[in-house]
């Protein structure tokens, strides 16, 4: 299929270039001849018999279930495996001409950048605009270079209000868009990104896209990037990269001959196989609504199935009233009133920044109120003043960095103190783990899992403890759609069971499936609250794929629309 045919992002003032014809393989930029990486110790390799090329100038997108090795493939290409990680790369990896086992990371750095799945572990300076130098200054870039291009990145990462902010203040997103910009300002030839919009919100993440393909289109930079949000970014790709399964050899291909046959598939690949759609399969909504007609008439006299409703009597599981919090100078929070019942969930939505997180970390008692209340449990107790072992008993948070809860040497320690603490029968927190992934193994040590293991297996220890309130900070990060799809079993399961979840999400996705009640945070303060279909249907920035491809319908979610048809018959 001729490579013209796709359309631009839905950036604004983006345009793809027409492209009578796919160019013809320009000079291949990355290189991979016949690679295995085994790590240390590890039953067999995490790649395998990778052999493949990305040309210079292409937008190539890796993609896969969660632990088959994509961060290992990336890491490969930037140096980090094997020099950081340990373990052995049999075959050759190229960049640049340059073989990736004999030049470590710092003598690739002026071809390669890198940003990994945790900025954390890579920032090396204080604050954002240092953060931003610091690579064209290792690079021995003239300073008036590097102040022209600290300037343009802060203005194109809407980050200026943030220069002299220190990074360990930042929040989650905006410590991710600071991550991105300190690899853009040395203007590498080659980008290699893992999961780059996982905790940017949909406006933000729209935006990063818009500025890499820009960076794609006009200088000519190559990019590799993997990511689990394909619904985000399957649209920008020239290239998809498919690692079906552990140690299978990459499939690679146009996004449109690739999707249909993933086992990871956007939701609007998988409405098009719901509905029968030929090639070539839409990959963005535009095209698919020029698709959808049949379908919406198949649809329309249909309702779609209601979530079940929570229970209205009962005293809130949480609540908070006319509550501020301040981070220093930071007025985190505003005014914000919110209160969630046994048996509901609740989404909480918003930009980068907005409070999400400071809301959910003061209900367990990590911030003393500058002003109104915060209460948990029947009754009503401030979790600031109450001891961590009872206030365990009523609330539990899966924090926006798994990392924070993990303390033991391997996975089956974690569970079995999970289990302890929890007082739950022994193997509770194994089944858990094993429910939402099922490769992950008893003897590794949750330093090495992949982002998506390591949060499967720091859920499942909260979920262990069941909390009737159940919090998570950005729950699918590095989830395939698959473990995200069993992740929301367990919660639905658990809501039916009478516990109150708060998510904060950027995945529309999820908070479409899963939740009864949207509640949105716009700089510290509640800007929305109502049921999910109301909020996310007014709001582009969150609607779900499918219920911008079918509106004006009132469908959000690919299972939806399947159980619908399905009862139809
Ligand atoms: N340093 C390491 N030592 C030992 N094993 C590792 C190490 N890093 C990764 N692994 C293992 O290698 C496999 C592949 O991990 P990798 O992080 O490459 O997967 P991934 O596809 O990026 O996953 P995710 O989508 O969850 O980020 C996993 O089973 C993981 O546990
Ligand atoms: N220790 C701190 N000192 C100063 N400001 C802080 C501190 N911690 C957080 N902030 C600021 O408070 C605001 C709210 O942060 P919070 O982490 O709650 O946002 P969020 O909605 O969860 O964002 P994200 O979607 O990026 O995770 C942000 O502007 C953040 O920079």
Redesign the pocket.
């Known amino acids: 299929m001729a490579g013209g045919g796709r359309p631009a992002g839905p950036a604004p003032g983006v345009r793809r270039p027409g492209r009578a014809v796919r160019r013809p393989g320009g000079h291949a930029v990355i290189r991979f001849e016949q690679v295995s990486v085994t790590y240390d110790g590890a039953a067999r390799p995490a790649l395998h018999g990778v052999e493949l090329t990305v040309p210079e100038g292409e937008l190539a997108l890796l993609v896969g279930p969660s632990g088959v090795g994509k961060s290992t493939l990336l890491g490969a290409v930037s140096g980090l495996v094997p020099h950081f990680s340990g373990g052995t790369l049999r075959g050759r990896v190229t960049v640049a001409g340059r073989d990736t086992r004999t030049h470590k990371p710092r003598e690739l750095a002026d071809v390669v950048g890198t940003v990994g799945q945790d900025p954390l572990a890579h920032f090396v300076t204080d604050t954002v605009e240092d953060e931003l130098a610091y690579g064209m200054e290792s690079l021995g870039l003239p300073p008036d270079t590097m102040r022209r291009r600290v300037e343009e990145t802060l203005d194109l990462l809407g980050l200026a209000e943030?220069r002299d902010?220190?990074i360990?203040?930042?929040?989650?997103?905006?410590r991710q868009r600071v991550a991105i910009g300190s690899v853009l300002t040395t203007h590498p030839r080659v980008l290699v990104l893992d999961e780059p919009t996982s905790?940017l919100?949909p406006a933000a993440a729209e935006e990063v896209l818009a500025v890499l393909q820009r960076l794609v289109h006009d200088l000519g930079t190559t990019v590799l990037m993997a990511e689990h949000r394909l619904e985000r970014v399957v649209q920008y790709a020239d290239q998809v990269i498919l690692l079906p399964a552990p140690g299978a050899p990459p499939v690679v291909g146009e996004p449109a001959e690739i999707m249909p046959v993933s086992p990871v598939q956007p939701p609007v690949v998988a409405l098009g196989g719901l509905a029968g759609w030929t090639a070539p399969v839409p990959l963005s909504v535009r095209d698919a609504r020029r698709k959808a007609g049949a379908l919406r008439e198949r649809l329309a006299p249909l309702t779609p199935p209601a979530p079940r409703t929570p229970h209205e009597d009962g005293a809130p599981a949480g609540q908070v009233e006319r509550l501020s919090v301040r981070?220093?100078?930071?007025e985190?929070l505003r005014g914000v009133s919110l209160s969630v019942r046994p048996g509901e969930t609740v989404a909480l939505m918003?930009?980068?920044?907005?409070?999400?997180?400071?809301?959910l970390t003061a209900l367990v008692g990590m911030h003393e109120p500058a002003a109104g209340t915060i209460g948990i449990g029947p009754d009503n107790s401030a979790p600031h003043r109450t001891r961590p072992a009872e206030l365990l008993r009523h609330v539990g948070l899966v924090p926006?960095d798994p990392r924070d809860l993990l303390y033991a040497d391997t996975v089956a320690a974690e569970c079995a103190a999970a289990d302890e603490d929890a007082g739950a029968a022994p193997g509770t927190c194994r089944a858990l783990v094993t429910d939402l992934l099922p490769e992950v193994a008893d003897d590794t040590h949750p330093r090495d899992l992949s982002e998506g293991q390591r949060l499967a297996l720091t859920l499942s220890v909260i979920l262990t403890a069941r909390p009737p309130l159940l919090l998570l900070?950005?729950p699918t990060r590095g989830l395939d759609y698959a473990a995200k799809a069993r992740l929301t079993g367990v919660l639905r399961e658990l809501a039916a069971d009478g516990h109150a979840i708060v998510l904060?999400t950027?995945d529309v996705e999820l908070a479409a499936e899963l939740a009864h009640r949207v509640v949105i945070?716009a700089d510290?303060e509640v800007v929305a609250d109502g049921p999910t279909a109301e909020v996310v249907m007014s709001s582009p920035a969150f609607a779900p794929q499918v219920a911008k491809i079918l509106a004006p319908l009132p469908w959000l979610t690919v299972p939806q629309v399947r159980e619908a048809l399905e009862g139809a018959r």
């Open positions: 943030l902010r220190p360990a203040t930042l929040s989650g997103g905006q905790a919100d981070h220093g100078r930071v985190a918003g930009r980068n920044g907005a409070g999400k997180s400071t809301l926006q900070d950005e904060a950027h945070l510290g």
